[in-house]
């Protein structure tokens, strides 16, 4: 079974360029996440989904994040304009429940670098 | 203030030895927790959970769980250089139960030497 799936690894733009990052869930999978992993933060969770529906976006850093899930299998987190403080490591996670039931399964994650 | 705080390490303890990793949440309310291992430039994995306090044993890995001190451990025994990794404490926020968040520490790199 193929787990979550990341597009693409690696990127690396300029500032004020958009950048469009992609996953795809497991399969089954109700819940989605986004994260942002840096040395000085951590990893942060940016917005999770529901069955498709945006529930907690509180962690989105500012109006040039926006995140979409059209359908179950697939979800794209936006950032327009880039800016080189953006760059990090984002991974996307699945799970099939919430809370102390769900495991949530990471994908490789997406390392973007913006000049 | 941070949910889940945890020392950024590095541990270095040498092959065959007890590695003692730990982490404290400041919400009283929060009761799920979570250890995910982070090999470098991997993504994170689950290995451990716990809910209640005390002890947790899988294979060589024990979770403790002190919800009065709000302290949580892993403990890794016979710990072997494929252990060496950065070990991320979780913890589900009060009323988070039945959500899907999770609140991580910045991890705690982790080196065992042979």
């Known amino acids: 079974d193929a787990g979550v799936i990341q597009s693409p690894r690696h990127e690396v733009t300029e500032m004020g360029q958009e950048v469009t990052l992609r996953c795809k869930p497991i399969?089954?999978?109700?819940?989605l996440f986004w994260y942002r992993q840096t040395m000085m933060r951590g990893l942060e969770l940016l917005i999770y989904?529901?069955?498709?529906?945006?529930?907690?976006d509180s962690g989105m850093p500012e109006d040039r994040f926006s995140a979409k899930m059209p359908n179950a299998s697939f979800s794209t987190l936006k950032i327009q304009p880039s800016e080189p403080r953006d760059s990090a490591v984002y991974f996307c996670?699945?799970?099939?429940?919430?809370?102390?039931?769900?495991?949530?399964?990471f994908g490789p994650g997406t390392r973007l670098t913006v000049l | 203030q941070k949910e889940v705080e945890q020392n950024s390490g590095p541990l270095s303890v040498p092959e065959g030895a007890i590695a003692s990793l730990n982490c404290t949440y400041s919400?009283?309310?929060?009761?799920?927790f979570f250890w995910y291992r982070q090999y470098s430039g991997k993504s994170p994995e689950l290995i451990m959970s716990?809910?209640?306090?005390g002890d947790k044993e899988d294979g060589r890995f024990t979770a403790q769980l002190n919800k009065a001190s709000q302290y949580v451990s892993l403990l890794i025994r016979d710990s072997q250089p494929s252990d060496s990794a950065t070990y991320l404490c979780?913890?589900?926020?009060?009323?988070?139960?039945?959500?899907?968040?999770?609140?991580f520490g910045r991890g705690t790199q982790l080196t065992v030497w042979p």
């Open positions: 989904f529901n069955n498709n529906v945006p529930i907690d």
């Open positions: 716990i809910y209640s306090n």
């Open positions: 919400d009283r309310g929060s009761q799920s």
């Open positions: 399969s089954g999978h109700d819940y």
């Open positions: 996670a699945s799970s099939l429940l919430a809370g102390a039931s769900g495991t949530q399964y």
């Open positions: 979780a913890a589900i926020p009060p009323g988070g139960s039945t959500l899907g968040r999770l609140y």
